[in-house]
């Protein structure tokens, strides 16, 4: 008679006969995983030289492995390719147009090419000057106001040839009072006037920054358009905010003074 053994061991001998077999199926899905992820998809030669920069190239003159697509998908910009500047020597000597004599050695070397680069250019990718240019904004903004106030014969009431203020339409004169004489400049409208990107353009291209600003237009044929005035506009705005913050307000509110409101009609003292 056969001894009948306990449910208990049974099942035990089948779950030992059977692990093995388990072992053996986890480690064939592991190592096929492995081999599947371990396995370097198929890219251009083009693709491999620009993912594997030197290690000495600074960091505005290549893109971040990691952001790059092996391929490109979107089609190419109509109008041609816009081909931006990649000479150090150039962007030097933009440099010393606007800020003067060593104007190439107030700022950093990554801290130069960021001031002209815009978001535009690569996708971003090399950084973009927007946070730069909102502290120069607001600089220039402030020496604006500033230089407005103090330029009470722009803003004075209408007089005659005899210096007595004319009445309006409904025989009223105002009250005049040195003090008040550059109230009118804190309008924005006043601010907005100066500041306009079809003056503060001109300035910029004639410290070459129009040669020497990196960015991506949607037509390369057509620029103005494009809106090439603003972005040479957002690149004087940030060269300001770069220098106050490598050299001090003081420094930057000379250059706003000099660089930018002097060629637009103001002057400023000595000790201003």
């Not at 899905?29 to 491999?48: G, I, K, Q």
């Not at 790059?68 to 150039?90: F, L, T």
């Amino acid at each position: 008679m056969t001894s009948k053994r306990p449910l208990r061991s049974l099942v035990s001998t089948a779950s030992s006969s059977l692990r093995p077999a388990q072992i053996s199926r986890t480690s064939f899905v592991r190592s096929s995983a492995c081999a599947f992820t371990s396995t370097t998809p198929s890219r251009s030669t083009e693709y491999d030289a620009e993912a594997t920069p030197a290690v000495d190239r600074p960091r505005w003159k290549q893109t971040p492995p990691r952001m790059m697509a092996p391929h490109r998908i979107r089609p190419k910009a109509r109008g041609g390719v816009y081909q931006v500047n990649e000479d150090p020597k150039k962007l030097d000597d933009a440099y010393i147009r606007m800020l003067g004599p060593g104007g190439d050695k107030m700022l950093g070397e990554d801290v130069k090419w960021l001031a002209v680069t815009h978001k535009s250019f690569d996708h971003g990718r090399r950084g973009f000057n927007d946070r730069l240019a909102y502290l120069g904004r607001r600089i220039v903004e402030l020496q604006t106001t500033q230089a407005l106030i103090n330029s009470p014969q722009e803003n004075q009431w209408p007089r005659d040839p005899s210096g007595v203020p004319i009445s309006d339409e409904f025989g009223r004169k105002p009250y005049l009072h040195p003090a008040l004489n550059g109230l009118q400049g804190l309008t924005d409208e006043a601010e907005s006037l100066v500041l306009s990107k079809t003056r503060l353009a001109p300035i910029a291209e004639r410290y070459r920054l129009d040669k020497v600003t990196r960015w991506t237009p949607k037509r390369a044929d057509n620029l103005q358009g494009s809106g090439f005035e603003t972005v040479l506009m957002t690149s004087l705005y940030a060269i300001v905010g770069a220098v106050a913050l490598e050299r001090g307000g003081e420094v930057a509110n000379k250059v706003v003074q000099e660089k930018i409101l002097a060629p637009l009609g103001f002057s400023f003292s000595p000790e201003s």
